[in-house]
């Protein structure tokens, strides 16, 4: 069981750095290749889904950038430190051209300087993967939870918010988006939040405590012997407010 700690102080510009290289370089391998951008947690970190032909998956693990292959050469991998690299040179890593367009969305960051020094902590990036793999794990039990009906899409790593999410219904007339953001220009430290697509706020007022719904603090959760279950108690309570 993953056990949230308190975070370094080293997370957010930690965090920043890591979106910049989910986004032109690991959801920009995927895009290039099969014009999709939705991402996965994976063991300390996250990557693409298998892809292409090659069957290639791009990840972050800790502090590397991974590069792996199943193609019909045979298998392979290759690995580079982050910390002290540019992104050109992850970029060569992941086989991808950073001279082509993207956009994972309206915030899309902008690619910025690729030859400029990268600079990540070990804990920092080990304490986001923590928050993407309770996140995750939590969002499964809530598929899990649900009925057929509430048709649930797949949990997916979205780059250009970098949140663990997914999106289901809780009645016929109400979806909800269901996710754990990694922190962003709401809030810098990670959350766990409910979404409706609607302005329906039942119950408790004091629940909605976020202009888009409601939202649970990484801090709560810090040292919680079970952060899993406690997110997904909050994931579904939010449904079940809203009609589920």
Known sequence: ????????????PTRDVLQHVAVHVVARARSQAVDRIGLRPTPAGFGTPLFGADRVRVRVSGGLLV?????????????RKIDGSTLAELAAVAGVEL??????????PPLGDAS???????????????WYAVS???????????PADATPTVVQLWPEHFDVALDAAATPE???NLGGSPGDGFHQ????????????????????NAPFGAVLGHDVLVGDPDPVTRLTEFFLDGMRRLGR
Do not use: K, Q
């Open 1 to 12: 069981m993953t056990i949230l700690t308190a975070l370094p102080d080293s997370y957010v």
């Open 67 to 79: 590069r792996e292959s199943e193609g019909t050469a045979g298998s392979a991998i290759v690995a």
């Open 99 to 108: 001279d082509e367009d993207l956009n994972v969305g309206h915030d899309t």
């Open 116 to 130: 400029a020094l990268l600079a990540i902590d070990a804990d920092a990036a080990a304490a986001l993967a923590a």
């Open 136 to 146: 995750a794990a939590a969002l499964d039990r809530v598929v899990e939870a649900l």
């Open 174 to 176: 109400i979806r909800v």
């Open 189 to 208: 430290e990670p959350y766990a939040y409910v979404g409706p697509w609607t302005d329906d706020r039942p119950g408790d007022p004091a629940f909605w």
